[in-house]
């Protein structure tokens, strides 16, 4: 089954500063999916990543504040840009694949802290 | 518009009884559900999935039950152990390839 190898697992960053996260799955996936899991909340899509094209963003997310790239098939970045307080959350990447009994499986997360 | 409900925040239960969480889902396009196990500094951790065919599948403690018509599942674990206290979050997607929806979670506590 794919496993996804999701860096830094934690940060601590000044406000106003960017901060770019990476997801690493060890098989060719199509879809890459990305999260965010707010205090005490579930966890919301901020976007769908496709190799090739521009990623799908939800409501209330935005390229500007949210770039993602995905260059290739296993690989994807989010960049979470001008951070606030706010944005403190933890951010997963998710994949969905055939390879997978149940089809979806996560990374580890990135707990995030603005200051 | 919460397209998945868990409506209860949290539930604790005796060691050796019966766990039951339960998730109700908006969206008749759901097709296949999942639960998963998710423990504060890490990512979400796979337990158990039900495809909309189906209206139970079980494995070892866990077993998922769906109700159809009550756009209802739930989540049971039998019998409960202390390692099982952590959040549980229901997902539910509408087919392969799409993202997943979550609720908002239910905090399960096992006391010993």
């Known amino acids: 089954s794919a496993v996804i190898s999701q860096k830094p697992s934690r940060d601590i960053c000044q406000r106003g500063t960017s901060l770019t996260i990476q997801c690493q799955v060890d098989s060719q996936v199509t879809m890459m999916f990305w999260y965010r899991q707010q205090p005490g909340q579930s966890l919301t899509l901020i976007a769908t990543a496709n190799q090739g094209s521009e990623a799908t963003y939800e409501s209330g997310f935005v390229i500007d504040k949210f770039p993602i790239s995905r260059p290739n098939l296993t690989f994807s970045t989010l960049t979470v840009s001008n951070m606030s307080p706010e944005d403190s959350s933890i951010y997963l990447c998710?994949?969905?694949?055939?390879?997978?009994?149940?089809?979806?499986?996560f990374g580890s997360g990135t707990r995030l802290t603005v200051v | 518009d919460q397209q998945v409900k868990q409506n209860s925040p949290s539930l604790s239960v005796q060691e050796g009884r019966i766990s039951i969480l339960n998730c109700d889902y908006t969206?008749?396009?759901?097709?296949?559900f999942l639960w998963y196990k998710k423990y504060p500094a890490e990512g979400p951790t796979f337990l158990i999935s039900i495809s909309s065919i189906k209206d139970k599948n079980e494995d070892g403690r866990f077993t998922v039950f769906l109700n159809k018509s009550a756009k209802h599942l739930s989540l049971h674990i039998v019998p409960s152990q202390p390692g099982d206290s952590a959040v549980y979050f229901c997902a539910a997607s509408v087919g392969g390839n799409t993202p997943l929806v979550f609720g908002k979670g239910t905090r399960l506590s096992v006391i010993a």
């Open positions: 998710s994949v969905f694949s055939t390879t997978i009994n149940y089809g979806y499986t």
């Open positions: 969206n008749s396009m759901f097709d296949y």
